[in-house]
């Protein structure tokens, strides 16, 4: 079996107001085989659309390829507007070389509540995708299963929103499920009623132009 091992450390400064946590990145960025358009970094993959949408919401004018100029970039946008990334698996398993987290096994998961604990400054974490299966929610409430700690349903309107109080300083923290910035979540999002709606609106909107709108109200 492939172990897929997490290629890059938590993105976290002193600073930090909301972090960012998914899963893990394709394999190949943990191989180090990128592709020219891929950036070495978190959320780099060429297929992935976590940093085309912020780079719509601040205007980043980001470049999208192999260089350190544009992972340089990334992390200056990220320390500006006090943005961290966590991901919450370290390590996991697959039989098959591929991102799809239903195929992730024998999961080993970071001690995201210890690393918390050390950045007071932290209010809110933005999931990059729901409770599903082997999805970063779903990793992080078996992690609070640990602590004893359970997520308290704020509001049920995707993108769900949870709270719960860290174990030692019981400093309150809020948890935003979004829709997952990936092409595969592309289905699910055009079964949600809200986009329903607004396609119906405007006629010409598209799945991303779905996300960036959501996006939007938990970055800003």
């Known amino acids: 079996m492939f172990c897929h091992q997490h290629p890059y450390p938590p ?14 990145p394709p394999p190949r960025f943990s191989t180090g085989d990128l592709k ?20 719509r919401i601040f205007d980043l004018k980001l470049s999208f390829e192999d ?6 970039h990334r992390k200056e946008f990220l320390r500006a507007h006090k943005l961290g990334i966590c991901d919450i698996v370290e390590t996991a398993y697959r039989e098959k070389i591929d991102a799809s987290d239903l195929g992730m096994q024998k999961v080993v998961l970071r001690d995201l509540v210890e690393i918390l604990e050390r950045y ?3 209010h809110t974490l ?13 990793f ?14 704020i ?7 949870h709270e719960f109080r860290l174990p030692k300083s019981d400093r309150l923290i809020r948890t935003v499920s979004l829709t997952a910035p990936s092409g595969a979540a592309n289905r699910a ?19 991303v132009d779905f996300r960036v709108l959501q996006y939007r109200n938990h970055f800003l």
């Open 11 to 24: 993105f976290l400064f002193s600073n930090t107001e909301k972090v960012i946590v998914g899963t893990l």
């Open 36 to 55: 020219p358009d891929d950036v070495n970094f978190c959320y780099g993959s060429r297929d992935g659309q976590l940093w085309p949408i912020l780079d």
């Open 67 to 72: 260089t350190e100029e544009a992972v340089a």
């Open 120 to 122: 007071p400054s932290v």
């Open 126 to 138: 933005l999931f990059t995708g729901g409770n599903s299966k082997n999805g970063p929610e779903y």
């Open 140 to 153: 992080f409430r078996r992690h609070l299963k640990q602590y004893n700690v359970k997520l308290a349903l």
């Open 155 to 161: 509001d049920s309107e995707v993108p769900r929103i």
């Open 189 to 207: 999002v055009g079964s949600m009623s809200a986009y329903k709606r607004l396609k119906k609106e405007h006629p010409k909107i598209n799945t």
